[in-house]
């Protein structure tokens, strides 16, 4: 229901726009109070690059996330990530990751991030403090932040905004009648836009999303995944769709597609009931690292790699490595 009336094909969206222009007003007046200087944003010693959303609910964002960093890394540079931490509940924050937090404590993407990467991760519902708790045990010479944008406490060097090239920007109107967080305007003000899927507009980094071979939760094992028999399809991220048209892409005949909410707590039990006698789960990377640690054997995973299409990908990262020698 809430994709029909974001798209705008309910009429319903009508009904919520007083909630909406309230939420423009507000997010609107925060924003400007850090213009005017009303409020103080702080400052990192090192730079601070925010990879964020326009809208609510699943871009792509994470994966791009992992590939600045995988990228930077390769180019000899040290990066941290800081996050909010969606879906965690940590006895105290700000919280730096180590090899046994779990999903519980720090949430589903920063546990991602920190077991694809290896980076210092730390996670807190104030981003200042995540970067102080990162630059306090770790040597790092630049920070990324895993959403934010509209976390205007922390000064940021650059912006980049991640959008789906598909949905876009739906009907174009602010929470709750529509999905934007911010009006599509802002993009102007930011250093570079990403689009997921889709056709890319002018100016726009194409990207696509490509998935490598399905690894077993229990075993580790690799394997094409249009080679698992009778799949059932688990996908608990900001939009389901993507993942299971991605294994339709992949030439998967999938029985049965489980669609769950962002973020949310998984169990055994809960997913154990997913499928049948000789059926296969497949789940996201995401999913993944909530269910690792009570994976049956016919458990497995698909993880996706950002693409990044033209010649803007490397002007970026060139800019990147400037700000993080730099300073």
């Given at each position: 229901?809430?994709?029909?009336?974001?798209s705008?094909?309910?009429p319903?969206?009508?009904?919520?726009?007083?909630?909406?222009?309230?939420?423009?007003?507000v997010?609107?007046?925060?924003?400007l109070s850090?213009?005017?200087g009303l409020?103080?944003?702080?400052?990192?010693p090192?730079?601070?690059?925010v990879v964020?959303?326009l809208?609510?609910?699943?871009?792509?964002?994470?994966?791009?996330v992992?590939?600045?960093?995988e990228?930077?890394?390769?180019?000899g540079v040290?990066?941290?990530?800081?996050s909010?931490?969606?879906g965690?509940?940590?006895?105290?924050?700000?919280?730096l990751?180590a090899?046994?937090t779990?999903?519980?404590?720090?949430?589903?993407e920063?546990?991602l991030?920190?077991?694809?990467?290896?980076a210092?991760?730390?996670?807190s519902?104030?981003?200042c403090?995540a970067v102080?708790?990162?630059?306090?045990?770790?040597?790092?010479?630049?920070?990324?932040?895993d959403d934010?944008l509209?976390?205007y406490?922390?000064?940021?060097?650059?912006?980049?905004?991640?959008i789906?090239?598909?949905?876009r920007f739906?009907?174009g109107?602010w929470?709750?009648?529509?999905p934007m967080?911010e009006?599509?305007?802002?993009?102007?003000?930011v250093?570079a836009v990403?689009?997921?899927?889709?056709?890319?507009?002018?100016?726009?980094?194409?990207m696509?999303l490509q998935?490598?071979?399905?690894?077993?939760?229990?075993?580790?094992?690799?394997?094409?995944?249009?080679?698992?028999?009778?799949?059932?399809?688990?996908?608990?991220?900001g939009?389901?769709p993507?993942?299971?048209?991605?294994l339709?892409?992949c030439?998967?005949?999938?029985?049965?597609?489980?669609?769950?909410?962002?973020?949310?707590?998984l169990?055994?039990?809960?997913?154990?009931?997913?499928?049948?006698?000789?059926?296969?789960?497949?789940?996201?990377?995401?999913?993944?690292?909530?269910?690792?640690a009570?994976?049956?054997e016919h458990?497995w995973?698909?993880p996706?790699?950002a693409?990044?299409?033209g010649?803007?990908?490397?002007?970026l990262l060139?800019?990147?490595?400037?700000?993080?020698r730099?300073?």
């Open positions: 229901m809430i994709a029909r009336i974001w705008g094909e309910s319903l969206w009508r009904l919520l726009l007083p909630l909406s222009w309230l939420y423009g007003l997010s609107g007046a925060i924003r850090y213009r005017l409020k103080k944003a702080w400052r990192a090192v730079p601070v690059v964020g959303n809208t609510a609910g699943g871009n792509g964002k994470t994966p791009v992992i590939w600045l960093v990228q930077l890394q390769q180019r040290r990066v941290g990530v800081v909010r931490g969606y965690g509940k940590a006895e105290r924050y700000p919280l990751l090899p046994e779990t999903t519980d404590q720090a949430g589903d920063p546990v991030i920190y077991q694809r990467t290896r210092p991760v730390a996670v519902p104030d981003r403090e102080q708790a990162i630059l306090a045990q770790h040597d790092v010479q630049l920070i990324i932040t934010g509209q976390h406490r922390l000064a940021r060097d650059k912006e980049i905004v991640v789906d090239g598909v949905r739906g009907n109107w929470l709750p009648a529509g967080r009006r599509a305007s802002r993009l102007r003000t250093d990403i689009t997921n899927g889709g056709i890319a507009k002018p100016g726009e980094i194409p696509r998935p490598g071979l399905a690894i077993n939760l229990k075993s580790g094992e690799r394997r094409e995944v249009v080679t698992l028999p009778h799949v059932v399809a688990m996908a608990g991220i939009h389901p993507r993942f299971f048209n991605t339709a892409e030439g998967v005949q999938v029985e049965k597609c489980i669609a769950l909410a962002d973020h949310q707590a169990s055994k039990a809960q997913v154990s009931g997913f499928t049948g006698p000789g059926q296969t789960l497949v789940m996201t990377e995401k999913d993944a690292v909530k269910c690792r009570f994976a049956d458990w995973y698909l996706v790699d693409q990044l299409a010649d803007k990908p490397e002007q060139q800019e990147l490595l400037t700000l993080a730099g300073r």
